[in-house]
DNA sequence: TCCTTGTTGATATATTATACTATTAGAAAA
DNA sequence: TTTTCTAATAGTATAATATATCAACAAGGA
């Protein structure tokens, strides 16, 4: 055997696909200390990091920001605000096999895969900022 | 007078632009630090962050690691080396308007760009990697 | 039930970046 | 040139996220 099926692991996993929408390690700390209220971060992080290395998880990495992690392994896209830090999906079907063809062409690396995020405002920012601009 | 021109802020331009192959803050830093022998850390995070806002400079950010910058303003997009963080340009025509319009239209986010990175292994660690698969 | 060792909890530590504040030094005005 | 105002700096403290370490624990096969 070599890995074991502990509690933690169960309550983290289930935590991620409950919350659904893209919960940073610490949302699903809070989450899981609900039923495990002894764990540790520690654990949820390394649980965390480790699900999405072995595709059990997708991993979206926010630069000077906190991962969030996304239950749906279906290949899709995310789109972040810049107000507010809100993280949704979108779907596109970007034809990422000829991407990763055309990248490999251009480029003496060997590439694997891409992470694309796009940058925005969500609906409520967007509302708030316009309002703000009618002042002036 | 809004901004004031520095020693510092010159200095810390003219390093980005000759070390090319984007540095981090700590890289420029060590590039800086040789003409102004006083100068902080903060000095040089600051105005990185601070010409990137203002369009002079463009952050590469990397997530769990340092965010990158580059002196390059034409629109391209990078390659990271997974093994050793090595980052390269890659220059390729995606119709960025058509992938914005698209993304647009697919999300009630007000999305104004994006950030793409392939991710992958340099030619260095690729022949590592190869060798070292070549002993099992 | 026992035994091996993967896993946990707790904490220390690393890394990157920003916040804070007294002091310095651009640059406009006198 | 000198004065004046205040943006910017240096130095440090702090924040945020994540990993490393390790003794104690527990999963699951024998």
């Given at each position: 055997?070599?890995?074991?099926?502990?509690?933690?692991?169960?309550?983290?996993?289930?935590?991620?696909?409950?919350?659904?929408?893209?919960?940073?390690?610490?949302?699903?700390?809070?989450?899981?200390v609900e039923k495990l209220p002894n764990i540790s971060r520690a654990t949820v992080?390394?649980?965390?990091?480790?699900?999405?290395?072995?595709?059990?998880?997708?991993?979206?990495?926010v630069p000077g920001g906190a991962d969030h992690y996304d239950h749906t392994l279906e290949t899709h896209y995310h789109v972040l605000c810049t107000e507010c830090g809100a993280l949704e999906d979108i779907w596109l079907q970007e034809s990422q096999a000829d991407l990763l063809k055309l990248a490999n062409e251009k480029s003496s690396f060997s590439i694997q895969n891409y992470q694309l995020v796009f940058h925005g405002m969500c609906?409520?920012?967007?509302?708030?900022a316009d309002a703000l601009n009618q002042l002036h």
């Amino acid at each position: 055997m070599e890995t074991r099926n502990t509690i933690q692991k169960q309550t983290i996993l289930m935590a991620v696909k409950e919350l659904a929408n893209h919960p940073t390690a610490e949302q699903v700390y809070e989450k899981v200390v609900e039923k495990l209220p002894n764990i540790s971060r520690a654990t949820v992080y390394r649980n965390l990091s480790s699900m999405a290395d072995r595709g059990l998880l997708h991993r979206i990495g926010v630069p000077g920001g906190a991962d969030h992690y996304d239950h749906t392994l279906e290949t899709h896209y995310h789109v972040l605000c810049t107000e507010c830090g809100a993280l949704e999906d979108i779907w596109l079907q970007e034809s990422q096999a000829d991407l990763l063809k055309l990248a490999n062409e251009k480029s003496s690396f060997s590439i694997q895969n891409y992470q694309l995020v796009f940058h925005g405002m969500c609906p409520c920012c967007k509302a708030k900022a316009d309002a703000l601009n009618q002042l002036h």
